[in-house]
């Protein structure tokens, strides 16, 4: 099966830093990447989406300066949480795809609990 | 994509099957119905999809009405690492975008 591992799986930061997550696919390329947010007790928010070489694309109500996505290879993308505050505190998933458009299934990584103190 | 409805919870008995239902009366023809599970501190994994006819695979069979406006995922044989939020997701042909409702959370009884 298609692996996406991330790295870190859990992160503790003061406020005012920026944190920055890998998302990788291990054995695949992935035209696209997704990154979701994903708050307690609640359901995935999808953030962004990532295609390689060209620049992210935003959910309504994300800002793209705060968030900053690369996907610099097909195998690559990272999210930046640009001076990060206590409500930015969340679990981030991401998550790719093999094959663009089409009903490819969508693999998940792990996650990364990001904690702003 | 056209919204879905799932109950928020659905208890089952380890070892027995479990039917996770979802309404989905405003589906497309164009609409497939997608459903993944997230494990507690997970990404979520998955589990299955299909757009007319019954699907079955080593996870799970996904049953679709006959007008597809509701469809239910059937696990044969529940067990402890079944315990998860289900989520059943309409996704068009060509909409690389997955939208995550509230799903269904199942616990499993030992």
């Known amino acids: 099966g298609a692996v996406v591992s991330q790295h870190p799986s859990r992160v503790i930061c003061k406020s005012g830093t920026s944190v920055k997550i890998e998302c990788r696919s291990l054995d695949f390329q992935a035209t696209t990447m997704f990154w979701y947010r994903q708050f307690p007790k609640q359901s995935l928010m999808l953030m962004a989406t990532?295609?390689?070489?060209?620049?992210?694309?935003?959910e309504q109500g994300v800002e793209k300066d705060k968030f900053l996505i690369n996907h610099a290879s097909l195998t690559l993308s990272t999210l930046t949480v640009t001076s990060a505050h206590p409500e930015d505190s969340s679990f981030y998933i991401c998550?790719?795809?093999?094959?663009?458009?089409?009903?490819?299934?969508?693999?998940f990584g792990p996650g990364t609990r990001l904690t702003v103190l | 994509d056209a919204k879905t409805t799932q109950p928020n919870s659905m208890e089952s008995n380890e070892e027995e099957p479990v039917h996770l239902p979802c309404n989905h009366s405003?589906?497309?023809?164009?609409?497939?119905i997608h459903w993944y599970r997230q494990l507690p501190s997970q990404g979520p994994e998955y589990v299955i999809h299909?757009?007319?006819s019954n699907v079955n695979n080593r996870m799970a069979s996904l049953a679709i009405a006959e007008d597809r406006k509701s469809s239910t995922l059937i696990l044969h044989r529940a067990t402890l690492r079944d315990a998860a939020v289900y989520y059943c997701i309409l996704n068009n042909f060509g909409n690389e975008k997955l939208t995550f409702g509230t799903g269904t959370r199942l616990t499993i009884i030992p």
């Open positions: 299909g757009l007319t």
């Open positions: 990532s295609n390689e070489g060209s620049k992210a694309t935003y």
């Open positions: 405003t589906i497309s023809g164009t609409d497939y």
């Open positions: 998550s790719a795809r093999r094959i663009p458009g089409g009903t490819d299934t969508q693999y």
